[in-house]
T-cell receptor
């Protein structure tokens, strides 16, 4: 079974600074990987996903993530954070060969943006 | 496109009352899910339905029941609500169970 860890519960960055949110997964093969964002009072929205191919994936809102097999990681990055990026971010992993097993979500990282 | 629609958006119950949360999707997805979200706990899967006619327990199924009424609809029932069930509930759907999920806007449930 797959699992995912987001080591940082809360991160605060200054507007305009770069951002990296960490995600580590456990799965016996190359997984499906996702990042979701949840703005206050809203449902979750998909930022980007990795299925195969290029290990650097681009998403919406200027986000990107890099799949590193050797580190079992899928960290989310953004070069310059905007105040509107303040939200909660969830990493999720899906098993490529898991049949009907649903995605597993991390516990989330809350991002605060200060002026 | 409506996507995933869940009702109600807000609900207050007294301990012991029952209620059903409704969820419908218009994307012809095979799989549907119910999650609860609590501070510091992330999203926890309550039940899911990999395909029409099947349902399976997730991480926290106790105190809940589900019905996959048809391919579009997946309901969550609390038979006897408890304060521990105070949470935000999300319905989601996906084409297959290991593909990207589409989420509803959530139901804020308070049990007094």
């Amino acid at each position: 079974a797959q699992s995912v860890t987001q080591p940082d519960i809360h991160i605060t960055v200054s507007e305009g600074a770069s951002l990296e949110l960490r995600c580590n997964y456990s799965y016996g093969a190359t997984p499906y990987l996702f990042w979701y964002v949840q703005s206050p009072g809203q449902g979750l929205q998909l930022l980007l996903k990795y299925f195969s191919g290029d290990t650097l994936v681009q998403g919406i809102k200027g986000f990107e993530a890099e799949f590193k097999r050797s580190q079992s990681s899928f960290n989310l990055r953004k070069p310059s954070v905007h105040w509107s990026d303040a939200a909660e971010y969830f990493c999720a992993v899906g098993g490529r060969f898991s049949g009907n097993t649903p995605l597993v979500f991390g516990k989330g990282t809350r991002l605060s943006v200060i002026a | 496109n409506a996507g995933v629609t869940q009702t109600p958006k807000f609900q207050v119950l007294k301990t012991g009352q029952s209620m059903t949360l409704q969820c419908a999707q218009d994307m012809n997805h095979n799989s549907m899910y119910w999650y609860r979200q609590d501070p510091g706990m992330g999203l926890r899967l309550i039940y899911y339905s990999a395909s029409e006619g099947t349902t399976d327990k997730g991480e926290v199924p106790n105190g809940y029941n589900v019905s996959r009424l048809n391919k579009r609809e997946f309901s969550l029932r609390l038979e006897s609500a408890a304060p521990s069930q105070t949470s935000v509930y999300f319905c989601a759907s996906s084409r297959e169970t290991n593909e990207k999920l589409f989420f509803g806007s959530g139901t804020q449930l308070s049990v007094l």
